[in-house]
């Protein structure tokens, strides 16, 4: 399978999550033998430390945003920024739930890949290229969904966005919820990372060289893309009219046995007032 112009942090998040017994995900990480490499080369001399932590904290974010989503009792799935996560695969399972994911095209058509290796022909799945920061993007890609309220998901996409393109990727969100009242945007606290969050981190030596090994294969750094602080992010939301709740990741899946590192981590379920 080609892997030419893929987001290499969602390779690393598809071999990350190959043992978590999440289903498909042992088989992508089998389809796809090179993701180990790039995920060494990431977390360079602190491989084994790695895959101690990042594991848990995406399996746990991947259950409780996947159980949140079926909690709202909506009945289709807008994700964004899909990568090789496996929940659009699962929740198609069920003939009544209707997903569309979308990425850039190159992990779209890795995913059309191994939707054709792994499961048959599902008419309540589909995946679409589209830009998060597009509002004509997403309005397309919804309107593939049925009439009726949907669930908007993303996970692991805000933070490589500099504020002024995390104002256009919401602002395409607000649209698709607007045409479809009664929708919801459901997103990670880790989405929404603090620069004082960011310095907490990064002041324990084995999380400073796993963020500094993801600075190194992007653009910008965490850091430049960041609310300064808390305060930032309710501005934020005020400004785009999003009412906002939120769970910790381990009340949604009590059973999950999270690690320190994932224990403060939240589902954001945000609505428009
Ligand atoms: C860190 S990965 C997370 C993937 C996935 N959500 C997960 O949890 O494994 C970020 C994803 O955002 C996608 N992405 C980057 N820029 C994008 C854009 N402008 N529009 C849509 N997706 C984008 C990347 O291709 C990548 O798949």
Known sequence: MKMNGISKTALMCAHCMG??????????SLALPQIENITRQIFGDYFKEAMALIPPLLALRHLSLTAAIKATGVKGLLEIGCGLNPRCFILSEDPKFSVVETDLEPIVNLKIELLAQLLRRRYNYYAEVADARSTLDLIRASN????????????????????????????????VMYLRPGSVWLATSQDFITAQQLDMLMANETLRAIINGMHEISEKTFYDNAFPKGDDINEFLN???????????????????????????????????
Request: overall charge positive.
């Open 19 to 28: 043992n978590s017994g999440i289903p498909y995900c042992r088989e992508i």
């Open 144 to 175: 593939l969904l049925p009439a009726g309220p949907i669930a908007i998901a993303c996970a692991g996409l805000f933070p490589y966005f500099p504020i002024s393109e995390k104002n256009l990727i919401v602002s395409a969100i607000n649209e």
């Open 239 to 273: 400004y785009h009219r999003l009412k906002f709740a939120s769970r910790k990741q381990n009340d949604i899946v009590p059973n999950f046995p999270a690690t320190d590192l994932c224990k403060g981590s939240e589902i954001w379920e945000m609505r428009l007032v």
